[in-house]
């Protein structure tokens, strides 16, 4: 089992900046992939990012295309973390934002490719 617990939401303005956190628990947090993903009112959970565990071989990340140049994933696995700095934030990037986990072996993008949820954190971002 794996636990995750989301932290880092809040109000800000519209160009502003918040910097998400996921704290994992319950296995080896390095050979999981992470991910954010998020859900405004009305709309269906999305891709927002995601970083490959460290077996991948390789560091990799991806972002959905409406977040590229603004967010950035990273995580730090001496600490279990994962984080989302969210830059030039826009309203429409109000939502409540999830941290997932994988343990793929391909990191995923898409909601089925994920095991683990976290029960989210609400950004909310005004004009």
């Known amino acids: 089992q794996v636990q995750l617990v989301e932290s880092g939401g809040g109000l800000v303005q519209a160009g502003g900046s918040l910097r998400l956190s996921c704290a994992a628990s319950g296995r080896p947090f390095g050979f999981l992939h992470m991910g954010w993903f998020r859900q405004a009112p009305g709309k269906e959970r999305e891709f927002v990012s995601g970083v490959s565990s460290v077996s991948s071989g390789s560091a990799s990340a991806n972002y959905a295309d409406s977040v590229k140049g603004r967010f950035t994933i990273s995580r730090d696995n001496a600490k279990n973390t994962v984080y989302l700095q969210m830059n030039s934030l826009k309203p429409e990037d109000t939502a409540v934002y999830y941290c997932?986990?994988?343990?793929?072996?391909?990191?995923?993008?898409?909601?089925?490719?994920?095991?683990?949820w976290g029960q989210g954190t609400q950004v909310t971002v005004s004009s």
């Open positions: 997932a986990a994988s343990s793929r072996i391909l990191p995923p993008i898409e909601l089925k490719g994920y095991d683990y």
